[in-house]
């Protein structure tokens, strides 16, 4: 299993309901979620978002996941990242065993449904079919696995990534 395991995915493609699921399974592994880092600025509608609070707080997210494996922590779930930071990842953890689990859906209507039923947190949804477009057309990157969610079932989705991470 990789030493770090990030779940990636624009709004609405199920991030935090898998990473929840797959956090159980492998042991409760530390979670460093970019989301629950840029809480300390945003507030609950993201109107505060802005470059630099966003590189911010990566960097951050960096820093705490490099400190966890130095601490000899494994299996580590970093989640909530922007489609350009995924494409970064192989160059921010290169020499170290990661994964990139990247969850997309091919059905529109059910993502704007997704994003419709929250009640607070990104709620933009032209964003979030534009931002799932683009990781559906995009070519993977070094380590990433693209797996469609449409139809919703965490549970199979959380099969899927044990078989990746066994490999």
Do not use: C
Request: no cysteine; charged share 30%; hydrophobic share 40%.
């Amino acid at each position: 299993m990789a030493d770090i395991i990030v779940i990636a995915g624009s709004p609405g493609s199920g991030k935090h309901t898998v990473a929840a699921l797959l956090k159980d399974k492998i042991g409760f592994p530390p979670h460093v979620d970019l989301g629950h880092i840029r809480e300390f600025h945003l507030d609950r509608q993201w109107t505060l978002a802005n470059e630099k609070e966003e590189a911010m707080s990566f960097e951050t997210l960096e820093f705490m996941t490099k400190h966890y494996l130095k601490n000899g922590y494994k299996n580590i779930l970093v989640t909530d990242l922007q489609d350009f930071r995924v494409t970064q990842i192989p160059e921010i953890f290169a020499g170290m065993d990661f994964k990139i689990i990247t969850l997309f859906l091919t059905d529109d209507s059910e993502l704007e449904n997704r994003i419709s039923a929250r009640t607070e947190g990104f709620k933009d949804i032209r964003a979030a079919l534009s931002w799932n477009k683009s990781v559906r057309e995009r070519e993977a990157v070094q380590n990433e696995f693209k797996l469609d969610n449409t139809g919703g079932d965490p549970l199979k989705i959380v099969e899927k990534i044990l078989k990746l991470l066994e490999n």
